[in-house]
C-alpha cells in the first residue's frame, strides 16, 4: 500500500470550512508538510508541522498532527475559489530527508 | 529570484518519436528531482540527483527513460521511443535538502506537459 494515502476529491461552498486528511505509515515521521498545487502550475510548500507538535495555526490555516493515530489535517477556514486547488501531504522520516508524497486532494470550491 | 525553469511548457509529439524535457535547477540548490504527475499513478518520484550524480533511479518506468545532469545547472529527462502512455506532467524539482523543515523544501518548475499520440 500507499505509504502516504488521501482522499482524491473535496467539494466545499465557499465561505465554509474544508478539512483535508491525511494519514501515513511511518512511526519515524520527522516532518509533515502540505504542498499546494494551483491549475497549470507546480507544487508550492503551503505549511509544515514538525512531528512532535500537536497543532499549527497560520492564519486561515490550521494544521493537527495525532501522531497516535498517524493522522495529518489541514483545515482550512472561510474557504475561498482561490483555495481551488490540489493539495499533497507529504513526509520526510528517518534518515531520509526526500519525502514521501500522497497522491493529493482535488479541493474544488463553488459558490 | 528565478524559480526552477523548465522547458519546453508544452510538447505534442508522435509514438515512436524522442522527446527531450529540460530543466535548469534554482542556483545552489544541489539536489535535483523529476517528477511524473498522472490522474491514474499521482505524482511518482522518477529519479533524484544529488552534485550531479543520479542517487535513486527506481522510478524510472523502463529503459526508454533516461536523465542525465552534466553540471549543477542543467539536467535532462529524454524518452526514447515515446509512447501514449507517457503523456503526463514531468516535473523537475530541487533543493538544498540542509535538513529541518525549510531545509527541506523542495521547489518545482511548472511543468512539462507532454502529449503523446
Redesign the interface.
Known amino acids: 500500500g500507499e505509504d502516504v494515502e488521501q482522499s482524491l476529491f473535496l467539494s466545499v461552498r465557499e465561505g465554509d470550512s474544508s478539512v483535508i486528511n491525511c494519514t501515513y505509515t511511518d512511526s519515524s515521521s520527522t ?1 509533515l ?1 502540505w504542498y499546494k498545487q494551483e491549475p ?6 503551503l505549511t ?1 508541522i ?1 512531528s512532535n507538535m500537536d497543532m499549527k495555526q497560520d492564519q486561515r490555516l490550521t494544521v493537527l498532527l495525532n501522531k497516535k493515530d498517524k493522522h495529518l489535517s489541514l483545515r482550512i477556514a472561510d474557504t475561498q475559489t482561490g483555495d481551488s486547488a490540489i493539495y ?1 501531504c507529504a513526509e ?1 522520516s528517518g534518515g531520509s ?3 514521501t ?4 486532494t482535488s479541493l474544488i470550491v463553488h459558490p | 529570484d528565478a524559480g526552477v525553469i523548465q522547458s519546453p511548457r508544452h510538447e505534442v509529439t508522435e509514438m515512436g518519436q524522442e522527446v527531450t524535457l529540460r530543466c535548469k535547477p534554482i542556483s545552489g540548490h544541489d539536489y535535483l528531482f523529476w517528477y511524473r504527475q498522472t490522474m491514474m499513478r499521482g505524482l511518482e518520484l522518477l529519479i533524484y540527483f544529488n552534485n550531479n550524480v543520479p542517487i535513486d533511479d527506481s522510478g524510472m518506468p523502463e529503459d526508454r527513460f533516461s536523465a542525465k545532469m552534466p553540471n549543477a545547472s542543467f539536467s535532462t529527462l529524454k524518452i526514447q521511443p515515446s509512447e501514449p502512455r507517457d503523456s503526463a506532467v514531468y516535473f523537475c524539482a530541487s533543493s538544498t535538502m540542509v535538513g529541518g523543515p525549510l531545509g527541506n523544501t523542495i521547489y518545482f518548475g511548472e511543468g512539462s506537459w507532454l502529449t503523446v499520440v
Open positions: 516532518y508538510y497549470g502550475a507546480g507544487l508550492q510548500l509544515y514538525f499533497f520526510t530527508y526526500i519525502p508524497f500522497g497522491r493529493g
